[in-house]
C-alpha cells in the first residue's frame, strides 16, 4: 500500500454472458487491462460496476476475482456498500479474507445520521484497513451532511478517505480539507471525471471514473501531477492537462447520458469483455446510431488511448 492512495482508480465493469450470468474470465481481463493500461487502483464492485444489481455470492466471487485478478500490483479497493449495516459489515468481511488493501461503501437510502455513524464505525472495525466513505446523491444514495462526514474522519479510526460526488464536490471537498487535517488521508472525485481539473486545484488526491478509458484518464492525471503544489492542499493544474481534460468531454458528456450501457459498450468496442450486456434495470439502453456516436468518441480519442 502506498501512503497515500492516490491516482486513478479505475472502476471495471462487470461482464455478463449473452444469458445474464457473470463472465469471470471476461472480469478477471478486464482488470488486467486496466492496470496494464496505467490504473493505479482498482475498485469493484461498485455502482459502475453494476454491484447493487449483483446477488451477494456473485458480490463476494467479483470481489475474490478481482483482488486475484489485480495480482498486488496496485491497491484493491472493494465495494461494501448494504442496504443494512450487518449486510455492510458481511461484504466487508468477505474483501478483507479475500485481500482487499481497502474498502469503500455509500450508506443505506433512508439512514439517520446516527445510523450513518454506526454503519460506518461498524465497517471500519471489522476491516481493520482504510475506509472510503462514498458521498454520492440520490437516487443512488443519501448525501451525507457535511458536518458528519468531518465527525466520521475525526473520531472513527481507519475512515481515512473519502469519494466526494455529490451535487457541489468541489466546494465539499474544499470545506473538508478546511475541517478535517490529518484525518482525512485523500479526497476523490467521481462522475467519471467530469469535474476533475476543479478537484484537482483544490487538493484531491486522485479520481475513480469507470475503467473504460482508463488510459486517457492516466494521461490526464499524469499531466496534472506535472503541476506541482500550491498553497495548503491547492494543486496546480497545467495547460496540457487542461487541454486534455478539455479533448475527453464528449466522451464524459456521453457517458453522462448512457452511464453503465456506455462504460460497457465501449469495453466491449475496444474488444475487452465478450458482451455488452447490462443487468442494471435501470441502464438507458443505445440504439445503433448511439454506437455509432461512441464509435467516433473513441476515435478521436485515439491519441490518448493505447
Known amino acids: 500500500m502506498p501512503e497515500q492512495m492516490r491516482g486513478v482508480y479505475s472502476i471495471p465493469v462487470t461482464p455478463f454472458n449473452e444469458d445474464g450470468s457473470v463472465d469471470f474470465p471476461s472480469l478477471s481481463r478486464c482488470v488486467e487491462w486496466c492496470v496494464e493500461r496505467g490504473a493505479h487502483g482498482i475498485v469493484l464492485p461498485v455502482n459502475a460496476s453494476e454491484g447493487p444489481f449483483l446477488t451477494d455470492a456473485e458480490r463476494a466471487e467479483v470481489i475474490r476475482k478481482g483482488v486475484e485478478a489485480t495480482a498486488g500490483a496496485v491497491p484493491f479497493v472493494a465495494g461494501v456498500s448494504g442496504i443494512t449495516t450487518s449486510h455492510a459489515v458481511e461484504y466487508t468481511k468477505v474483501a478483507v479474507e479475500a485481500g482487499a488493501n481497502s474498502v469503500i461503501a455509500a450508506p443505506p437510502n433512508g439512514a439517520s445520521a446516527e445510523l450513518i455513524f454506526d454503519y460506518y464505525a461498524a465497517v471500519a472495525e471489522a476491516a481493520g484497513v482504510p475506509v472510503w466513505l462514498q458521498n454520492n446523491k440520490p437516487p443512488t444514495s443519501p448525501i451525507i451532511p457535511t458536518p458528519l462526514i468531518v465527525r466520521m474522519l475525526n473520531e472513527i479510526d481507519h475512515v481515512d478517505y473519502v ?43 486522485g479520481t475513480m471514473p469507470a475503467g ?26 497545467t495547460d496540457e492537462a487542461q ?15 448512457y452511464s453503465i450501457s456506455a462504460y460497457k459498450m465501449a469495453v466491449y468496442r475496444r474488444g475487452v469483455i465478450k458482451t455488452p450486456v447490462t443487468r442494471n434495470p435501470a441502464a438507458k439502453s443505445m440504439d445503433r446510431l448511439d454506437v455509432e456516436e461512441l464509435d467516433r468518441i473513441l476515435d478521436r480519442l485515439g491519441p490518448l488511448l493505447d
Open 163 to 205: 469519494k466526494e460526488e455529490s451535487l457541489i464536490p468541489g466546494q465539499i471537498m474544499t470545506q473538508l480539507f478546511e475541517q478535517t487535517g490529518d484525518s482525512c488521508k485523500g479526497i476523490m472525485g467521481g462522475m467519471g471525471g467530469r469535474f476533475l481539473t476543479d478537484e484537482y486545484h483544490r487538493g484531491a488526491c
Open 212 to 237: 473504460h478509458i482508463t488510459d486517457a484518464h492516466r494521461k490526464l492525471w499524469d499531466a496534472l501531477e506535472k503541476g506541482g503544489k500550491g498553497e495548503g492542499p491547492l494543486q496546480v493544474v
Open 243 to 257: 487541454s486534455i481534460w478539455e479533448q475527453l468531454l464528449p466522451s464524459l458528456n456521453f457517458e453522462f447520458m
